[in-house]
């Protein structure tokens, strides 16, 4: 018998009954609440624009190598402040996207959970609105209108991290109601807010305009 021949002979032998123990494993898993939420976040990351930079292990690497790389060598970098601090916030900038996330050691002083839930009350009219994501540590609303859409996220701030395309783009502080923004185009010409607004972390994201998105921005109010 030749090799091949042994290796068809195990095959008929061993699939039959390795498909009857699969087909009789008929009993339903239930996920628990905390994998749920991360599957729910998984979704939601993939429609990120950054989302196809860092969605293998292999980019995910990359990015780690080059964060290695800009830390060991910022003389030679074209980058103006690798970490650079915010109010509240912590901005590691890499060559096409950066990482901003919550200062840890003034985070747990807010809210553990989403207790209240901010909304846009000005601006809006014509627009459809659907709840894209409601946890206890994240809200995002979707408005459309037509090719327009403004995307507004409220997160808590122990623990946010989040990844903005910022490829090429200058980033600028603008007050939004008495708390200090940060503000940016990306490379697709969607505008980005992000701000701490003493409760919570407020995202606000469109490609209406600088101006009108920044106005809309203003209007975020608690609404429950």
């Excluded at 195990?10 to 939420?37: D, N, R, V, W």
């Excluded at 650079?84 to 912590?90: Q, Y």
Aim: hydrophobic share 35%.
């Amino acid at each position: 018998m030749t090799e091949k021949e042994y290796k068809q002979c195990i095959a008929q032998a061993l699939c039959p009954e390795y498909e009857s123990m699969l087909c009789g494993i008929t009993s339903e898993h239930t996920f628990s609440p905390g994998f749920e939420k991360q599957m729910d976040k998984l979704i939601k990351r993939r429609k990120k624009p950054y989302y196809s930079l860092v969605n293998t292990v292999g980019k995910r690497v990359a990015v780690i190598i080059l964060a290695f790389v800009m830390v060991s060598f910022t003389t030679v970098m074209s980058v103006d402040a690798l970490r650079k601090p915010f109010i509240s916030f912590i901005t590691n900038m890499f060559s096409s996207h950066s990482e901003i996330k919550s200062d840890p050691e003034d985070s747990k002083q807010y809210p553990a959970t989403i207790e209240g839930k901010y909304d846009i009350t000005e601006g809006v009219d014509g627009y459809s609105r659907e709840i894209t994501l409601d946890n206890n540590s994240e809200v995002n609303l979707l408005y459309s209108q037509g090719d327009n859409s403004i995307e507004l996220e409220q997160h808590i701030v122990d623990g946010f991290t989040g990844y903005y395309n910022t490829e090429g783009a200058a980033i600028e502080h603008i007050d939004i109601n008495g708390h200090d923004a940060i503000g940016w185009f990306d490379n697709h010409n969607y505008y980005h807010l992000i701000w701490n607004n003493g409760e919570y972390v407020i995202v606000i994201s469109s490609n209406i305009g600088r101006n009108k998105l920044i106005g809309i921005a203003k209007s975020v109010q608690k609404v429950e």
